[in-house]
């Protein structure tokens, strides 16, 4: 079994950063494919970013790419999403996720540990 526990979201202006944290635990470490999703209210998930277990692979959705940033601490137990230049329409619950695997994918059904969400206000 997995954990995730977010941190890091709050209120920010527009053009301003964050950054958000998911930290992992569990007994059964092994490699996982990391992932960050956000949802709206009344929108489906959706994906944002995405890396792999080695931190050499990363996917970014478009609506992210250039001004968000993933990666993973020294210890491969913690994720971060970098989120610069932001903008309301930013605005969401974040989610961090997991996936048994070192492949990674984009299909928030393909990941199987899911964090309770943190969420990020962007003001315009």
């Known amino acids: 079994q997995v954990q995730l526990v977010e941190s890091g979201g709050g209120l920010v202006q527009a053009g301003g950063s964050l950054r958000l944290s998911c930290a992992a635990s569990g007994r059964t470490s092994s490699n996982y494919a990391m992932g960050w999703f956000r949802q709206a209210p009344g929108k489906e998930r959706e994906f944002v970013a995405a890396i792999a277990w080695s931190g050499d692979s990363t996917y970014y959705a478009d609506s992210v790419k250039g001004r968000f940033t993933i990666s993973r601490g020294n210890a491969k137990n913690t994720v971060y999403l970098q989120m610069n230049s932001l903008k309301p329409e930013d605005t969401a619950v974040y989610y961090c996720?997991?996936?048994?695997?070192?492949?990674?994918?984009?299909?928030?059904?393909?990941?199987?540990?899911w964090g309770q969400g943190t969420q990020v206000t962007v003001s315009a």
């Open positions: 996720a997991a996936r048994l695997a070192i492949v990674v994918r984009t299909s928030k059904d393909d990941y199987d540990y």
